[in-house]
């Protein structure tokens, strides 16, 4: 249990001390700084410690924002401060030193600047309409507990349960009502990991009624679509309503949207495929074309998040857009954020069929790559931004260079070819995509031109990338791997092939988004043994060109190698993306994600 000290007595009629244990703490009282010292001395060190003014007067739900919140060390408000087992060390040397003359007059406000001189990020959080303060009379006493009043705080805990910035999809026909599913949850006791999971099985189900291929089948899915959608939707608002974030929510959060998106469009595939329509290859492209459009999200962001100077023309005219209401809702809507695009599927699924789902999904998802991609290339060609040594290294990870790629880096030194990395990127791509397009599938030649490309993408991640462009390395190597493996699989004699691929972008994809959400978590990328042992982008590619090559007249054999490729993959990422997760190691934050 966490431990509250009161600083001095408890205030007449206050309602503190039961408010306090109503958040999950032991209330202890101190005379002054030096028993409070005594007190937080005999807490064990791993326990996380309160400190609040016996004069507080505020709202439960802000005492709630600033002392339960787990993704903070430390946090502090008006008359209340907390730190957790890795900020206690901080606090006892500030509450050693608090003996200076009016310190007592302020001894949480004290603390807390303590501790942001001592190196402790001390987070504020934002109370809006929520009151917190510490009435140093009555008559300013009394008017804290009226503006208490005059404030709903359950009102605005629900409101704040829902996402900041959230597609129109969501915000109106979803988040209305799924925050008192996410408050009932809450006061049931279940946790947002309980209800992620309830969201997946349901989506998993959806994906089951897809494959069985009949009308009936297909309206299921749909409505069950929409029910795991809510269900996912409500897993982040009762994260936020009850700040029960943690380590595993994140993991669970920030991988099963993919797994259940993808687990559908395999049922959809199913489906088609009972009919007698094979929509595998439409499937894979539309599993291909999302993951590259998340994978130039994630890098543009990670390359500019901390850059300096970093301002353009086309930023500033993005800034003045969202001022105007209409285009604010207009541009979240036509990159087919995850809610819209999840509509657009459960509604096309129970009317239409498989193949039209797909083509719907592949022409939105395209439009809206193209428009976020060309909106955030005129950015990075107008603004005078200076990258950092993070985002270049954020950059280096998100590209998954493999041991041949490391080899031709050490090779050609930090001078490189002398050109740009996204331009080498871009040649190695052209290249290898425009032979495999063009060339019959066992080809020789095409495991030339893989070849050539792992030289090149060795040679673009050889300096650093911190080129204005160099952003676009890692969903080039994206695009070039997962369209390799699509389009020889497609080409194919092997009726399975297409499956037996899908299966294998699948499990590369999730090992792309662990590193994502590794390094949004400020964890770093996974370990070099993993990317090793997976091969990198190059070495995966180059393998498919060869299985193709070496296997092409060998009936269903190279379905059987892209099927063990898959399996082997899947198994070594997982494993070792378990382990992360579930350790203390890993992030305590529910993850955003994609807009909903």
């Known amino acids: 249990m966490s431990t509250a000290i009161l600083t001095g007595p408890p205030a007449p009629g206050s309602s503190l001390d039961g408010d306090l244990r109503s958040l999950g703490f032991d209330v202890r009282a101190a005379s002054g700084p030096d028993e409070a010292g005594a007190l937080l001395a005999a807490v064990p060190a791993g326990e996380r410690v309160a400190l609040v003014d016996p004069r507080f007067v505020g709202h439960l739900h802000a005492l709630r924002l600033t002392l339960t919140d787990p993704r903070f060390p430390a946090a502090a408000a008006p008359g209340a401060l907390t730190a957790q087992g890795e900020a206690r060390p901080a606090l006892t040397r500030a509450l050693t030193a608090a003996g200076t003359p009016g310190a007592a007059d302020d001894l949480t406000g004290t603390l807390a600047d303590a501790l942001d001189a001592d190196g402790v990020a001390v987070h504020r959080p934002q109370l809006g309409t929520l009151v917190a303060t510490v009435p140093t009379d009555a008559e300013t006493r009394h008017a804290a507990r009226a503006a208490v009043d005059a404030v709903d705080d359950e009102a605005v805990r629900l409101r704040s349960a829902v996402k900041a910035h959230d597609g129109f999809f969501t915000t109106f026909f979803i988040s209305p009502y799924s925050r008192y599913i996410a408050r009932w949850c809450a006061r049931r006791g279940l946790t947002p990991n309980q209800v992620t999971t309830a969201s997946l099985l349901t989506a998993l189900i959806a994906a089951g009624f897809a494959a069985t291929g009949t009308r009936g089948g297909y309206v299921a899915a749909g409505v069950l ?21 943690s380590t595993m929510g994140a993991w669970l959060d920030a991988t099963f949207d993919r797994a259940k998106e993808y687990a559908f469009y395999a049922g959809l595939a199913l489906g088609a495929a009972r009919d007698g329509d094979d929509v595998w290859a439409l499937a894979l492209g539309a599993m291909v074309l999302m993951t590259c459009r998340h994978v130039v999200d994630f890098s543009f962001n990670e390359a500019n998040h901390d850059a300096t100077a970093n301002t353009s023309p086309t930023a500033a005219l993005s800034g003045r857009l969202d001022s105007l209401g209409w285009t604010v809702w207009a541009r979240r809507m036509i990159i087919l954020p995850i809610g819209e695009r999840w509509a657009m599927i459960a509604v096309l699924t129970a009317f239409t069929t498989p193949r039209i789902v797909f083509w719907a999904l592949i022409v939105g998802c395209a439009f809206g790559a193209c428009y976020t991609t060309a909106g955030r290339v005129l950015r990075s060609l107008t603004r005078k931004a200076r990258r950092t040594d993070r985002a270049a290294q954020a950059l280096a990870d998100l590209a998954d260079s493999g041991p041949l790629a490391g080899i031709v880096a050490r090779v050609l030194g930090r001078g490189g070819l002398r050109a740009p990395g996204v331009v080498l990127a871009a040649v190695a791509t052209g290249a290898l995509l425009a032979t495999v397009l063009a060339r019959p599938f066992g080809d020789r030649q095409i495991v030339i031109i893989a070849v050539f490309y792992v030289v090149l993408a060795g040679a673009a991640v050889a300096r650093p990338l911190k ?5 676009l390395v890692p969903p080039l190597f994206r695009a070039a791997e997962y369209t390799t493996v699509l389009v020889l699989a497609a080409r194919s004699d092997s009726p399975h092939a297409l499956p037996a691929a899908f299966g294998l972008v699948a499990a590369v994809a999730y090992h792309h988004y662990d590193t994502v959400y590794r390094i949004r978590g400020g964890t770093g990328a996974p370990p070099a043994w993993l990317v090793r042992v997976t091969g990198g982008h190059e070495g995966r590619t180059l393998l498919v060109t060869v299985l193709a090559a070496t296997l092409a007249d060998r009936g269903d054999d190279f379905t059987l190698a892209l099927t063990a490729l898959a399996v082997a993959v899947a198994l070594v990422v997982l494993v070792e993306s378990v382990r992360f997760w579930v350790s203390s190691g890993a992030p305590a934050v529910h993850d955003e994600g994609e807009t909903a």
Request: hydrophobic residues 50%; glycine residues 8%.
């Open 225 to 245: 679509l929409l029910v795991s959608f809510v269900l996912d939707c409500t897993d982040g608002q009762l994260a936020r309503y009850a700040l029960k974030y």
């Open 467 to 471: 080129g204005a462009l160099d952003w």
